[in-house]
């Protein structure tokens, strides 16, 4: 599947809510790691990533339906769309 370069509306109209929080909580109950981890920008929830093992962050959109999250890795600034396949740099 294509990541588009177009904006979606999810990401043009997006406020960014930052977390204290820095670990997958859903990682930490199973005693497992994460590589990167991405905050969702609905409910403000942390999650590891892609390239973890639990891939929790895709995990929550699934359950929940929400659709963007952002990195929460230092001096990163992009946000994904889930939904809509689309990314952005803020």
Request: negative net charge; aromatic residues 8%.
């Amino acid at each position: 599947m294509a990541i588009s370069t177009k904006v979606c509306s999810h990401l043009e109209n997006l406020q960014i809510i930052r977390s204290d929080i820095y670990q997958c909580d859903e990682c930490v109950a199973l005693g497992d790691t994460w590589v990167h981890l991405r905050i969702c920008q609905t409910c403000g929830g942390v999650h590891c990533c892609d390239s973890s093992k639990n891939k929790h962050a895709t995990k929550h959109f699934l359950r929940s339906g929400h659709p963007v999250v952002i990195s929460a890795e230092p001096g990163e600034s992009w946000a994904w769309c889930y939904q809509d396949n689309t990314f952005t740099n803020y």
